[in-house]
């Protein structure tokens, strides 16, 4: 069976990394989204390394054995490109194939349009590139969800984060479950005087594509940390429209991969993005959606997903 190792890498962006790998081939770096880490990727890192790929997950900027600095400022779309291609150049200095799910496709998506001669394919899984909007997008998503939708919420100082670390394994259950194809597709929008979680129910039971190891595993990834890091990505989102002017509709060369499951609440609002995905990603070779799959599409479809990548990979 093929062994995943463990390591910590001093990306060329200076930040040191923690990554998780496995396979010697043509690299295949893995970029999880929130609240997650390496943990995510832990279906495809054997696959791919038993497909002839270096597979290569790492915790990013923030999150998990990683950690990050203080200055919320230090997590904008800049430094995650920046970490991005640094691993890159650490991992051998040659091209790669980038996959991102979650938060993990916007930087993704955004290493590709910023550094093409770094990038040999982009994989975008649940959300799409979304062309920069002509204005900043925290006022927009409050004027349309409302001042508790998670992403404003996550504008206000220390309360996100606190609300995720009280009971780090219960955020884990309640938001794996919350937003699968198994849950109840609840959008993550705070009830009047509470918090994000509080639109999560506990699960009478895990599905079956999660176990409590598997709950375990990521409290323990996040001992030596906080979810401070993780909640200061969406902090720079106002801060990203700024810095990205230069990119303001520029189209991603690359080819390119979407995979979406479509109970994804994610997805299915943004299906215009999505439908006119080509026009900003040319070389799209398909877009592919996963029957009754929710919004944590490599953990859920561990297979297809995987089939999905090897095919996208080998025609390259």
Not at 38 to 44: P, V
Not at 66 to 75: H, K, L, N, R, W
Not at 184 to 195: F, H, S, V
Not at 220 to 248: K, M
Request: net charge negative.
């Amino acid at each position: 069976m093929t062994e995943i190792t463990h390591r910590f890498v001093d990306a060329q962006s200076g930040l040191r990394m923690h990554v998780a790998e496995a396979g010697e081939g043509p690299l295949v770096l893995l970029l999880h989204g929130f609240p997650e880490c390496w943990y995510s990727w832990r279906h495809q890192l054997t696959a791919l390394a038993d497909a002839g790929f270096h597979a290569v997950a790492p915790d990013q900027r923030g999150y998990a054995r990683t950690g990050g600095p203080a200055d919320p400022a230090a997590y904008s779309i800049l430094h995650l490109v920046g970490d991005a291609v640094g691993l890159i150049e650490a991992l051998g200095g040659g091209r790669a194939v980038v996959v991102g799910h979650d938060w993990g496709a916007p930087v993704a998506w955004h290493t590709a349009q910023m550094r093409p001669d770094k990038v040999r394919g982009v994989v975008g899984m649940s959300v799409p590139h979304r062309p920069r909007t002509s204005t900043p997008p925290v006022a927009s998503m409050r004027r349309m969800f409302g001042d508790g939708f998670y992403m404003v919420r996550f504008q206000e100082p220390d309360a996100p984060e606190a609300e995720f670390d009280r009971d780090r394994a219960a955020a884990f259950r309640r938001m794996l479950y919350a937003a699968s194809g198994d849950g109840p597709g609840t959008a993550l929008i705070a009830p009047e005087g509470g918090g994000v979680l509080d639109a999560c129910p506990e699960p009478e039971k895990l599905p079956a594509w999660l176990t409590e190891d598997d709950i375990a595993a990521y409290v323990a990834e996040y001992a030596g940390s906080d979810f401070t890091g993780p909640i200061n990505w969406y902090r720079n989102l106002d801060r990203n429209w700024d810095l990205t002017a230069a990119w303001h509709r520029a189209q991603i060369s690359p080819p390119a991969l979407y995979i979406a499951g479509d109970r994804d609440l994610v997805a299915t609002g943004a299906t215009r993005a999505i439908e006119h995905l080509s026009d900003f990603v040319p070389n799209l070779r398909d877009t592919v959606w996963l029957s009754g799959c929710g919004h944590w599409t490599q953990q859920e479809r561990p297979a297809e997903v995987n089939d999905a990548l090897i095919a996208f990979l080998r025609a390259l």
